[in-house]
């Protein structure tokens, strides 16, 4: 039988976002958050061929920089390991080379980002450069991780017990990410963390809710988080898939 899954999001966007799942184990959450970051294929710079540089920086640090701006991934199927996609810059200065100056030969992978500053020129030097750009996993180098910032927190339950006496006075109670109270989502910014502004001069019990957690993903603009998301869970399923596949030889 299929487990049920109920997922919702807190805090909806392309690039950050916040969502609550339900019905998963703490291992699985972890497998969810482990895969964002190192198994879902993410475009990114790989070889670099200087036609000129006659800026302060070396042609290895200005490589290892281009191989750090994110790139757009394609949907799924439509590149494959050996494919490349050819990036040029040429700029001269005075001025500053942005992510923004590189040219793609294909218009499914471009910067994610125009404003990343890669080197800065002064009068008469120049940088021009070919780059190819592969698909590759975090897991392989850290440029393609296209997850940058992923997490998850138990979602915890509120639940005021009584009020405090007339001497006693609120104590801080500070809390991160998100809680239920009464069956409502409440993100934790709203009352600046600490449970005492959101319930002055109450008593309180907290508790982790069982198998729900609340995941934030920020990514760095090469996939939307719903891609994100659903690419990982898929490469968890062909790994169960290959494993049941194996065992059953």
Do not use: C, W
């Amino acid at each position: 039988m299929t487990e049920a899954y109920d997922v919702e999001f807190v805090e909806p966007g392309d690039r950050k976002a916040r969502f609550l799942v339900r019905g998963v184990t703490p291992a699985f959450a972890n497998g969810i958050r482990r895969a964002m970051v190192a198994d879902v294929p993410t475009m990114a710079i790989d070889t670099v061929r200087f036609v000129e540089n006659s800026s302060v920086m070396f042609d290895e640090q200005l490589a290892l920089r281009l191989g750090l701006v994110p790139l757009s991934t394609p949907p799924e199927g439509e590149f494959g390991d050996e494919d490349t996609v050819t990036l040029s810059i040429d700029v001269e200065g005075p001025g500053t080379a942005y992510s923004g100056d590189l040219v793609s030969s294909d218009a499914l992978v471009q910067p994610a980002d125009e404003n990343v500053p890669i080197i800065e020129l002064k009068d008469g030097q120049r940088l021009e450069a070919e780059a190819d750009a592969v698909l590759n996993h975090g897991k392989d180098h850290a440029k393609h991780q296209g997850g940058v910032a992923v997490g998850y927190r138990h979602l915890q339950r509120v639940e005021v017990v009584g009020d405090l006496s007339e001497f006693e006075e609120s104590e801080s109670h500070i809390v991160r990410g998100v809680i239920e109270d009464d069956g409502e989502l409440v993100v934790s910014d709203e009352f600046d963390h600490d449970l005492a502004n959101r319930y002055p001069g109450k008593e309180l019990e907290l508790e982790d809710v069982p198998n729900a957690f609340v995941f934030h993903v920020e990514t760095d603009g090469s996939t939307t988080v719903e891609e994100l998301v659903t690419r990982s869970v898929d490469t968890i399923e062909a790994r169960a898939t290959e494993l049941e596949e194996a065992v059953q030889l």
